[in-house]
């Protein structure tokens, strides 16, 4: 992502954590621009947990930011792939993941039923 920036001119704007992200964002109230979640929303997490994901990043977005996320899909040439754990999480490679259908009593994809 920083060569990405650099290249862009823009690398003294961008600036990365890790956190655990069970726990309340170290950032303040609308403070950023963008957040980027890859397979974050698919993490083998209860729905409460990721509706309280959700509402961190909502938190921490600027009015208008962007929330950009990248989600497991029943389309995917990996889903079903390894051990069936139940509510459409498997493990593979150690890793439990869920499609993005897992947590949604609709039927459709997770992260459609929050606004940001």
């Given at each position: 992502?920083?060569?990405a920036a650099a290249a862009a001119g823009s690398a003294a704007r961008l600036s990365t954590i890790t956190?655990?992200?069970?726990?309340?964002?170290?950032?303040?109230?609308?403070?950023?621009?963008?957040?980027?979640?890859?397979?974050?929303?698919?993490?083998?997490?209860?729905?409460?947990?990721?509706?309280?994901?959700?509402?961190?990043?909502?938190?921490?977005?600027?009015?208008?930011?962007?929330?950009?996320?990248?989600?497991?899909?029943?389309?995917?040439?990996?889903?079903?792939?390894?051990?069936?754990?139940?509510?459409?999480?498997?493990?593979?490679?150690?890793?439990?993941?869920?499609?993005?259908?897992?947590?949604?009593?609709?039927?459709?994809?997770?992260?459609?039923?929050?606004?940001?």
């Amino acid at each position: 992502m920083r060569p990405a920036a650099a290249a862009a001119g823009s690398a003294a704007r961008l600036s990365t954590i890790t956190h655990d992200m069970l726990q309340p964002l170290p950032l303040g109230d609308e403070t950023v621009d963008a957040v980027y979640s890859h397979m974050l929303f698919t993490m083998a997490l209860t729905t409460p947990q990721l509706e309280a994901l959700s509402g961190e990043v909502r938190r921490v977005l600027r009015p208008g930011g962007l929330h950009v996320y990248t989600v497991r899909h029943v389309g995917d040439a990996n889903y079903g792939v390894g051990i069936n754990h139940g509510d459409d999480m498997f493990e593979n490679g150690g890793l439990l993941s869920a499609s993005s259908t897992a947590h949604s009593s609709t039927g459709s994809p997770m992260p459609s039923r929050w606004s940001m």
